[in-house]
């Protein structure tokens, strides 16, 4: 009797390890692959930025993701977006996202981060710099926008493109030579500083950690 009351809980013990193991393992390989997308559309950025910026009025529709871009249009102003909660080095403030009129094509930049809600642009035809990606998805655990009172916090473009009346292409540019002292560029997600290499070698450590108790456990009941 006492050695199935043993066994029975061997059994237990190596299922819930199972999983917890299984579940830190996954989360190390989800941050580990994170690093290495990270990394190599990094590399392919700085190497671009090196070059010069590809004019964006003689481009086809083939546009490349994570191309480096020279845009002259009109700023509607009338129509920036401020999206929020934002932060950069501690502060709280919004990014401002400006549609652009090239041609006969209305393009979405995010010109950077700003604590103030303030209409900046004196020239509206202008020229700038930037990174172009393809339009993000929402992620699942976005907050919904409030269209209705113009309160942004996810990049929906179909929620955008039915607020602003206009139809935007599906890019995004990242304003990379603003020298406006109000406005401080910014970068996609996947190029930001989080150092997901850690957050890997965190969890790989977690399942070593967890496999020592486990080792140890087991030996303990083995022996009573």
């Avoid at 950025?45 to 191309?67: F, G, Q």
């Avoid at 202008?126 to 309160?151: M, R, Y």
């Avoid at 607020?163 to 890019?171: D, H, Q, V």
């Avoid at 910014?186 to 070698?201: D, F, G, T």
């Amino acid at each position: 009797m006492e050695k199935i009351r043993k066994d029975r809980n061997l059994i237990s013990v190596y299922f819930i390890f199972s999983i917890a193991f299984f579940s830190l393992l996954c989360l190390g390989m989800w941050q580990l692959s994170k690093h290495y997308s990270k990394s190599y559309k990094k590399n392919l950025v700085d190497i671009k930025l090196k070059k010069e910026p590809k004019d964006l009025n003689n481009l086809t529709s083939n546009i490349e993701d994570n191309e480096i871009v020279k845009i002259k249009g009109e700023f509607l102003e009338n129509k920036s977006l401020f999206f929020e909660p934002r932060t950069h080095k501690g502060k709280v403030g919004f990014h401002k996202l400006i549609p652009i009129r090239v041609k006969e094509k209305y393009f979405l930049v995010n010109r950077g981060f700003t604590l103030e809600k303030d209409e900046l642009i004196k020239n509206k035809n202008i020229t700038i710099n930037g990174l172009i990606i393809n339009f993000p998805k929402p992620k699942f655990f976005e907050l919904k926008n409030d269209i209705q009172n113009n309160q942004w916090y996810s990049l929906n473009i179909e929620d955008i493109s039915t607020y602003l009346n206009i139809k935007l292409e599906p890019f995004l540019i990242y304003e990379i030579n603003n020298t406006n002292n109000k406005i401080i560029n910014v970068k996609p997600n996947y190029l930001s500083e989080i150092n997901h290499l850690n957050y890997a070698i965190t969890w790989f450590m977690l399942a070593i950690t967890l496999s020592l108790i486990f080792i140890f456990f087991t030996r303990k009941i083995s022996n009573v």
